[in-house]
């Protein structure tokens, strides 16, 4: 079974980058696809970007596409999301998520796992 913490959340100006990563655990991550989701306050949850099992193939929410991306490492057990050109509506608490079918997805439900959340704050 794979866990997953995330890190990297905090404060930005508008304009600013952050990189967040995703550590999971367990032998298997390789073959779960991995996906970035986000929650604003009084919102759902908004699915960001999701990554294949080898990392060959990303697919993006139209509102970050060109802003962010998404990266796996399967020898270090990570996922990254690097977010350029954040603006305040990218505020919101972060998730990463782990398809274990290793699907390509964009729906939250279709996800079996999910980290804690991460802040992410972007605010001058």
């Known amino acids: 079974q794979v866990q997953l913490v995330e890190s990297g959340g905090g404060l930005v100006q508008p304009g600013g980058s952050l990189k967040l990563s995703c550590a999971a655990t367990?032998?298997?991550?390789?073959?779960?696809?991995m996906g970035w989701f986000r929650q604003a306050p009084g919102k759902e949850r908004e699915f960001v970007a999701t990554i294949s099992t080898n990392g060959g193939y990303q697919y993006y929410a139209d509102s970050v596409k060109g802003r962010f991306t998404i990266s796996r490492d399967n020898a270090k057990n990570t996922v990254l999301l690097q977010m350029n050109s954040l603006n305040p509506e990218d505020t919101a608490v972060y998730y990463c998520?782990?398809?274990?079918?290793?699907?390509?997805?964009?729906?939250?439900?279709?996800?079996?796992?999910w980290g804690q959340g991460t802040q992410v704050t972007v605010s001058s």
């Open positions: 998520a782990a398809d274990r079918f290793g699907r390509i997805v964009v729906e939250a439900p279709s996800y079996n796992l």
């Open positions: 367990g032998r298997t991550f390789s073959s779960y696809t």
